[in-house]
Nanobody, 125 residues
Framework: QVQLVESGGGLVQAGDSLRLSCAAS????????MGWFRQAPGKEREAVAA????????LYVDSVKGRFTISRDNAKKTAYLQMNSLKAEDTAVYYC??????????????????WGQGTQVTVSS
């Protein structure tokens, strides 16, 4: 059974930092690209960042470039999202997702891939 478990969310003030973790089980983690998404109240889910199975390639949405860093530790089967200089508009439920690597092309996971349950991040201004 595949499980992705996010942790690390919480309530912080604007300008603070948080590191989210996504622990995977039930998959050969090193064969999967990983992605982080978020959904704010009343808004559609948004792709935030993705990292290739090897960690060699990354993608970021423009709004987080320079502030967020995605990384992974294949030995620990865990992906991370380091979030610095947090803003009120970063408030959302953050989800991680795993997508089987195909053709060595990094794309964001889709609804057909594996997803976690999410962790709440609230940034007060």
């Amino acid at each position: 059974q595949v499980q992705l478990v996010e942790s690390g969310g919480g309530l912080v003030q604007a300008g603070d930092s948080l590191r989210l973790s996504c622990a995977a089980s039930g998959i050969t983690f090193s064969n999967y690209n990983m992605g982080w998404f978020r959904q704010a109240p009343g808004k559609e889910r948004e792709a935030v960042a993705a990292i290739s199975y090897s960690g060699g390639s990354t993608l970021y949405v423009d709004s987080v470039k320079g502030r967020f860093t995605i990384s992974r530790d294949n030995a620990k089967k865990t992906a991370y999202l380091q979030m610095n200089s947090l803003k009120a508009e970063d408030t959302a439920v953050y989800y991680c997702a795993a997508q089987r690597n195909r053709y060595n092309i990094l794309t964001y996971p889709t609804n057909n891939d594996y997803w976690g349950q999410g962790t709440q991040v609230t940034v007060s201004s």
